[in-house]
């Protein structure tokens, strides 16, 4: 059975919790903005791993139904303490839902999941989805799993490893990968991978 999480990487998030959360102020990232046309006014989005909760907010300002989530306890304190409401502490492999939310919003986080266990994962994300749910996550493109200056764990997939993954967890209808080059919080260029998905019918 493929380990599920990294103890290394949460431990890590928990420690820094409060410097981490206010790295960046909340606000409308493009791809964010897209996800958000894509979708019904008032649409139940799924967010995991919210960190300090600053994507939740923009969502939750703009009238969606936001579950936000996180597996590190002291960031879903924090995100907590900036939306004023009870944020979920839910690690991915942990999420066993059906057919309940309208999309899933996995904003750099996913990218931490162990490599084997991500197909698992990708399933559970297409379980908690309905019919047609639209689906969002970005990743660190790369040739396999890593750690940063951080000591954090990176899955670093490649697009056609990514594929595999999304293909062996669910059908679905619509899968959209784009690349870009962007950071990160170690200072380091990378290449993001932009994942939408749509359930198949
Ligand atoms: N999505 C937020 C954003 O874009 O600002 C935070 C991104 S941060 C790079 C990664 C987040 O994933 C952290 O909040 C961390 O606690 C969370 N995380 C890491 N591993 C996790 C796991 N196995 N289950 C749930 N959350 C996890």
Redo the contacts with the bound molecule.
């Keep these: 059975m493929a380990v599920a ?1 990294d103890g290394e ?2 431990a890590w ?1 928990d420690r820094e919790a409060k410097v981490y959360a206010s790295r960046r102020t909340a606000g409308l990232s493009p791809h964010l903005e897209i996800f958000l046309g894509r979708l019904k006014p008032g649409a139940g989005i799924l967010e ?5 909760g ?2 939740a907010e923009v969502m939750i300002a703009a009238g969606f139904d936001v579950t936000p989530t ?3 306890a002291g ?1 879903a304190a924090e995100a907590e303490r900036r939306l004023g409401r009870a944020v979920r502490l ?3 492999e942990e999420l066993d839902e059906t057919g309940r939310y309208d999309a899933v919003w996995a ?3 996913l990218l ?2 162990p490599e084997a266990a991500l197909p698992d994962i990708l399933g559970r994300i297409w379980r908690a989805l309905k019919s047609g749910g639209l689906f969002f996550a970005s990743f660190k493109g790369g040739d396999g799993g890593d750690r940063d200056v951080f000591g954090r764990y990176y899955n670093f997939p490649s697009r056609e490893g990514l594929e595999a993954a999304y293909a062996a967890a669910g059908s679905w209808s619509d899968l959209s990968m784009t690349e870009a080059p962007g950071g990160g919080y170690d200072g380091l260029p990378r290449n993001w991978i932009l994942c939408f998905a749509v359930k198949g019918r």
């Design positions: 999480h990487t949460l998030y995991l791993g919210c960190g300090g600053q994507d996180d597996g590190s960031l839910m690690r991915f904003n750099a986080c931490h999941a």
